[in-house]
């Protein structure tokens, strides 16, 4: 459930705390909805993929894990990059929105 590899770690992990840090943020500032959901998503899914990398390396040499690399964070960051893109579709076709933009209809 917890791996950032898996589509429904997005959809029912990342994808809904990073609206609720958007909507968090945007009870404050309105305007900063969108950017705040593109940051809370990135922290979820970066995060995700650093305890996956540090879990697996601990499971597979028990003794002496591997360290988190330079080569690992950028393949990381490559794979945050792709799944933000399809964030920011989904932003800019409203489909994700303010909280406050579900209330109040008008």
Not at 16 to 36: K, N
Not at 84 to 100: D, H, I, N, Q
Request: no cysteine; glycine share 10%.
């Amino acid at each position: 459930m917890l791996s950032p590899l898996s589509w429904w770690n997005d959809a029912f992990v990342n994808l809904p705390l990073a609206v609720g840090f958007g909507w968090l943020i945007g009870l404050v500032y309105r305007p900063a909805f969108d950017g705040a959901v593109i940051v809370g998503y990135w922290l979820t899914n970066v995060l995700g993929f650093v305890l996956l990398h540090r879990g697996i390396g601990k499971l597979a040499n028990a003794a002496e894990p591997k360290p988190y690399t330079w080569r690992s964070f950028v393949r990381d960051m490559l794979i945050s990059l792709l799944y933000t893109g399809l964030l920011v579709l989904l932003l800019k076709l409203k489909f994700l929105k303010p909280f406050t933009d579900y209330i109040h209809k008008g």
